[in-house]
């Protein structure tokens, strides 16, 4: 993203995850759609973090 976060998505967790390469940490935001299994994300203009999912499923994490 624009602040060099790396982000991943779990598709079996059903969590998206991100890595701060400046403090080598990680976070995770579990989704709240049960069986999400997300397998594509995508970072928007305003730093969104979007999740496409299986079964047609959408979501997106607030600018972190």
């Known amino acids: 993203d624009a ?3 790396v ?3 779990h598709h079996g967790g059903n969590y998206i995850g991100r890595f701060d390469p400046r403090t080598e940490s990680f976070a995770v935001y579990p989704h709240v759609t049960p069986n999400m299994n997300c397998r594509a994300l995508d970072i928007g203009k305003d730093n969104a973090v979007w999740c496409a999912g299986s079964g047609a499923h959408l979501s997106y994490l607030d600018r972190f």
């Open 3 to 5: 602040r060099d976060m």
């Open 7 to 9: 982000w991943f998505a």
